[in-house]
């Protein structure tokens, strides 16, 4: 295994290979076409701002799942980590607007502390991520079930809802800035920085080969742990952003761990971690989301889209797997 | 390694996804012949449709102050045989307590309870939690119990007839309330006019108030549960006649964000929607926001009974209707139980008002106090313990 000669090389360079940005530009820039085609008003500013703004929320989840995909592992908790969060935010803020942010604080918290229960029983425990993250996806259903008695109690204060529904109006060119489309890009930032300093690319190294990482000095259970704590963080603010956009629900974060690395996959990520970048998951995400637009423009039914996600995972997986074992 | 992982991915994804046994198959929707809706639903029964816009037009005999014991075409059955002397011991297997609507309309029954202590010294309650087998054995170890009266209101159907006819062949009254069975066993049936009373109502009212040959988007929950497919069928019938164009139908999961981004593709790929149609209310909300945050007029749309609807109908001021499925059925059953055990006549079917707030008698049930998700068809202000056991 080359990785660890890999290693230091400047992401420019790894961008070029295998798991690059390329392909999912290309596909990118493909269905732009195909939309600006059907429906040319789509990509009008205020139209295409708040595309960008509903589609936050899921380009966010992405990124968390890339953290631990490329580190090697899955994070199936983060879809019911949202319904969780969703509902525990509006019986807890129960339309009071004074407590929008401390709110706001816990959640963070807990999205947090639940992706460490994750990392620490995968790495520590040494149970399959798969398994663990099933588990904690099961248990926060049952929870939330428990605890609300089945129906979401309380409400959202608008002053929590903004962030998810509000936006910057009177923009020059652009017309109205979405909040959540702001959020996006401050935690975009952050995870390219991220992923451009060295816990980015112990990161990466883990994912490709945990033993020589390991040989290699890298703690490789802490650094699982943290990319499971990221997971947990990017699911917070998703349900901040997703709860914002509609309100109180049962089914807030209904099957988004399957969007989330769908669009990771499809990103060019490979499932078993050690290839890709964080910006092409993101890509991935909004490629998904830009997708189901098209469909809805040519009147195909919204019932199809699991289908497609469906045939995306095993189309990019398998194209992965040829290109890797043929190397 | 990885093509496991996939697989199995996708397996997890059928079992996470919402129940809808029938799976997607629903999506025959939009494109059919005629006015966009598609074929009739398979639950379609017209002679059933006829009775129930009948009954929308008759007057219920009984207090006109006390809807839940008001009964439309009554035809009474004797019940001289259960006399019995009280107090009494009431037993209740509940189907679910799932949703706001079970939650509101059980509290509203235990508020009943309550109202009538003199007269009941034990109610008991089990909560089948969904399951139909829960509910089979709940329903046959509460015959071990000593119950002097068994209120039952189904899972299912199908499933859960038999059991309610073993209930019936111990000898004691069994009162089944808001779904069905197939037996005529029970002393009586309790339930509202039906779907198709409510799908007509807010269909009508839509078609009525948009401009004539608009287009109309129809949300749904989910496909093949019998309540919502009557709704539905009645309102099909009504945009037919009307000849609107139904630019889709579409099923939402009762989730407001996927409601939220329907009704954003619509507006995205038709420019204006006429009207909206949903065949229950908890996404209405949704509905109203995804026009009101793509700065488009909220077209002529019904919800339910649900406050939060309420609300932003009254403040938005929304050219609006709220069928109901009214939550005050759940005090009904206490109410029969105790007459049947006086050996006092009942109606069977015991058949309710399913009243529809308008513009008119909004302000009547629109109460800031109470939570959003409350429903305020709960005829439960004058119960015990009101308003705080409904927060």
């Not at chain 2, 996927?258 to 509905?287: C, E, N, P, S």
Request: charged share 15%.
């Amino acid at each position: 295994m080359q990785i660890v000669q890999r290693r230091p090389l400047p992401l420019r360079r790894v961008r070029l290979r295998p798991g690059g940005v390329l392909p999912i530009l290309a596909i990118l820039a493909v269905l732009l076409v195909l939309v600006g085609i059907r429906q040319p008003s789509f990509l009008d500013p205020p139209s295409l701002m708040s595309f960008l703004g509903r589609s936050a929320p899921v380009i966010l989840l992405a990124a968390g799942q890339y953290f631990v995909i490329v580190s090697g592992e899955f994070d199936l908790s983060v879809g019911s980590l949202v319904t969780a969060q969703v509902v525990v935010a509006a019986r807890l803020i129960d339309s009071d607007p004074a407590r929008t942010w401390p709110v706001v604080l816990l959640l963070l918290a807990f999205g947090a502390l639940v992706g460490l229960v994750n990392g620490l029983i995968t790495t520590r425990l040494r149970v399959p991520s798969f398994i663990t993250t099933l588990g904690m996806f099961l248990i926060l259903v049952g929870a939330v079930y428990l605890w609300s008695d089945g129906a979401p109690k309380g409400g959202l204060s608008e002053e929590f809802r903004r962030f998810g529904r509000r936006a910057i109006e009177d923009v020059p060119l652009l017309g109205r800035v979405p909040y959540a489309l702001l959020v996006l890009v401050v935690v975009a930032v952050l995870a390219v920085a991220l992923m451009r300093s060295d816990f980015g690319r112990t990161l990466v190294a883990v994912g490709d080969n945990p033993r020589t990482a390991q040989l290699s000095g890298v703690r490789v259970w802490r650094t699982r742990t943290v990319a499971f704590i990221l997971s947990g963080l990017a699911a917070a603010v998703a349900a901040i952003l997703l709860g914002g956009y509609s309100g109180v629900s049962f089914q807030a974060g209904a099957g988004l761990e399957f969007g989330a690395i769908t669009a990771v996959v499809l990103g060019g990520v490979a499932l078993g971690g050690g290839r890709g970048s964080v910006v092409g998951a993101m890509l991935g995400a909004l490629t998904l989301e830009l997708l189901f637009a098209l469909m809805n423009f040519y009147g195909v039914s919204g019932a199809l889209r699991s289908t497609v996600q469906g045939a995306i995972i095993l189309l990019a997986v398998a194209v992965s797997a040829t290109r890797s074992s043929s190397r | 390694m990885a093509a496991l992982a996939a697989v199995t991915l996708l397996s997890l994804t059928a079992c996470a996804t919402d129940e809808p046994g029938a799976g997607p198959s629903g999506g025959s929707s939009s494109s059919a012949a005629g006015s966009g809706t598609g074929e009739q639903s398979k639950f379609f029964v017209q002679a059933d449709y006829d009775a129930e816009l009948a009954l929308l037009g008759a007057t219920p005999t009984g207090p006109a102050d006390k809807p839940w014991e008001q009964m439309l075409n009554p035809t009474m059955v004797d019940t001289a045989t259960f006399r019995k002397a009280g107090p009494h011991k009431i037993c209740f297997s509940n189907a679910a307590l799932n949703n706001p609507w079970r939650q509101v309309g059980f509290k509203t029954m235990q508020a009943e309870v309550e109202a009538q202590k003199s007269r009941i010294k034990e109610f008991v309650h089990v909560d089948a939690e969904g399951k139909d087998q829960k509910q089979i054995a709940d329903i046959n170890d509460l015959l071990g119990k000593g119950c002097d009266a068994l209120i039952v209101s189904p899972n299912t159907t199908a499933t859960l007839t038999p059991a309610v006819e073993a209930a019936c062949k111990a000898g004691l009254p069994v009162i089944v309330f808001d779904r069905g069975v197939n037996t005529k066993c029970p002393v009586t049936f309790i339930n509202p006019i039906g779907g198709y009373g409510f799908g007509h109502a807010g269909a009508e009212f839509v078609s009525q108030k948009m401009k004539p040959g608009g287009k109309v988007l129809a949300l749904r929950i989910l496909p093949g549960v019998d309540v919502l497919e009557t709704r539905w069928s009645a309102a099909k019938v009504a945009f037919d006649k009307a000849k609107v164009d139904v630019v889709g139908v579409e099923f939402t999961d009762g989730d407001p964000a996927k409601t939220k981004k329907i009704v954003d593709d619509y507006l995205q790929r038709y420019g204006t929607i006429d009207g909206v149609w949903m065949d229950a209310g908890a996404v209405a909300v949704a509905a109203v926001e995804a026009f009101q945050d793509a700065g488009k007029p909220v077209p002529p749309i019904n919800g339910e009974d649900q406050l939060d609807f309420l609300k932003v109908w009254k403040d938005k001021n929304l050219t609006a209707i709220a069928p109901t499925y009214p939550t005050y059925q759940w005090r009904t059953p206490i109410i029969a139980a105790l007459r049947i055990l006086d050996g006092q006549q009942v109606p069977s079917p015991w058949k309710l008002p399913q009243p529809t707030i308008t513009q008119d008698n909004l302000d009547r049930y629109l109460d800031a106090d109470m939570p959003p998700l409350h429903y305020a068809m709960c005829g439960c202000t004058d119960l015990p313990g009101y308003p705080q056991r409904w927060k």
